[in-house]
Every structure is written in C-alpha cells, then in structure tokens.
Antibody, heavy 120, light 107 residues
Framework: QITLKESAPTLVKPTQTLTLTCTFS??????????VGWIRQPPGKTLEWLAL???????RYRQSLHSRLTITKDTSKDQVVLTMTNMDPVDTATYYC????????????WGQGTMVTVSS | DIQMTQSPSTLSASIGDRVTITCRAS??????LAWYQQKPGKAPKLLIY???SLESGVPSRFSASGSGTEFTLTISSLQPDDFATYYC?????????FGQGTKVEIK
C-alpha cells in the first residue's frame, strides 16, 4: 500500500525559502518507473503541477517557476524534498506530493496535502 | 503550454442523472490525460488514466473517452458520493496542466 505525507511550515514570510518534505512508503524511488511529483492548489483555485523526480534522478520543473524550484530525493529515507525560494503571498496554497508511475502515467496516490501561508 | 478548458464550470444534477463533463485542449494529443475527483478539504483522487482506463477500485459508472482536443468524463447514474469537483490533467507535454475544474452540485 502506497502512502505519502507532506510536511512543511504552515507560515513563511515573504522572500523566505520554503522547504517541503514528502515522506512515502510502499514503493522505492530506486525502482524503475517510479516518480514523485509536487502539485499545489491556492484556496478556491485549480491545481498546478510544480515538479517531478524520477527513479533515475531525471527532474522536471514547471518552467515558469524553474528558477525558484529544486527537487531532490533521499532514497535512504524514502523522502522527496522540494525547495521554493523567494516566497510571495501568491504562493499561499495547499501543497501536495503524489506518486507517479510510468505504468499508468498519472498521479495515482496523493498525500493529504499541507497548507502553507505566505504572510509577513 | 497546453491549456485545458473544462465545461461546464458548474453542473447541477439529481441522483440517477447521466452526467458528462468535457475537457478541451489547446493542442491535439492522443491519450495522456487523467481525470480526478476532489472533495472539499481532501486530496484529488485518480479516476481515469490514459484517457479511458478506469483506475482500480473506481465504480464502473465512471467512464471516459476522447483524443485529439476533446475528452469527456461520464457518470452514468449519479450517486450521492459523486458530488464533488472534477479535474482533467494532460501529461502530453511539460508543463503538465489541469483544467479549471467542474463542480457537480445537487439539483
């Protein structure tokens, strides 16, 4: 059974760096075809894909945010970390991590999400 | 970027109704499309992948089809548990993009 859980501070100040951690179980990011992605959802708005990392360390980013995003994996801890620099109030959102498998090519299992507010 | 436009934005329906949601893409692609259901305060749940494949455990009243620029999600007989917001997402090219959502409400 695959599970994922996000952790992050609930409040960050403008210009600060946000570190989001996704801790997962039920699969390994050393196995071919596995990936973990990050998606966010501002209050009352639609979903926005941010970044994705694959088992082979291939990384993909939303181009419009690429300069602010870094995704990494720690296979010994079964964690994926996304850092977002220079936070702004418009980055206030619920941030989700999700499992991506090349077999289905879809985010089939999602974490519960973590709400991050950017405010001074 | 491929823009995904869903219609309608809101849909009012009754239990037992047949419901269809449409997702139109700004560029044509074959099958790398998924549909999700989201309830308030909850994470999205995968319903359909590869445009028409039903995710394991999802009721068979959900079906989907399409290719090119038009994709549809159909609920054959709306049940109380189906009142939620539905999103399409394309995986054809980066950045992966979602539609704006369709809220299915009780009539």
């Amino acid at each position: 059974q695959i599970t994922l859980k996000e952790s992050a501070p609930t409040l960050v100040k403008p210009t600060q760096t946000l570190t989001l951690t996704c801790t997962f179980s039920g699969f390994s990011l050393t196995s071919s075809g596995e990936g973990v992605g990050w998606i966010r959802q501002p209050p009352g708005k639609t979903l926005e894909w941010l970044a994705l990392i694959f088992w082979d360390d291939d990384k993909r980013y939303r181009q419009s945010l690429h300069s602010r995003l870094t995704i990494t994996k720690d296979t010994s801890k079964d964690q994926v970390v996304l850092t977002m620099t220079n936070m702004d109030p418009v980055d206030t959102a619920t941030y989700y991590c999700a499992h991506f498998g090349l077999d289905k090519r879809a985010f089939d299992i999602w974490g519960q999400g973590t709400m991050v507010t950017v405010s001074s | 970027d491929i823009q995904m436009t869903q219609s309608p934005s809101t849909l009012s329906a009754s239990i037992g109704d047949r419901v269809t949601i449409t997702c139109r893409a700004s560029q044509s692609f074959t099958s790398w499309l998924a549909w999700y259901q989201q309830k308030p305060g909850k994470a999205p749940k995968l319903l359909i992948y590869e445009a028409s494949s039903l995710e394991s455990g999802v009721p068979s009243r959900f079906s989907a089809s399409g290719s090119g620029t038009e994709f549809t999600l159909t609920i054959s007989s709306l049940q109380p548990d189906d009142f939620a917001t539905y999103y399409c997402q394309q995986y054809e090219s980066y950045p992966w993009t979602f539609g704006q959502g369709t809220k299915v409400e009780i009539k």
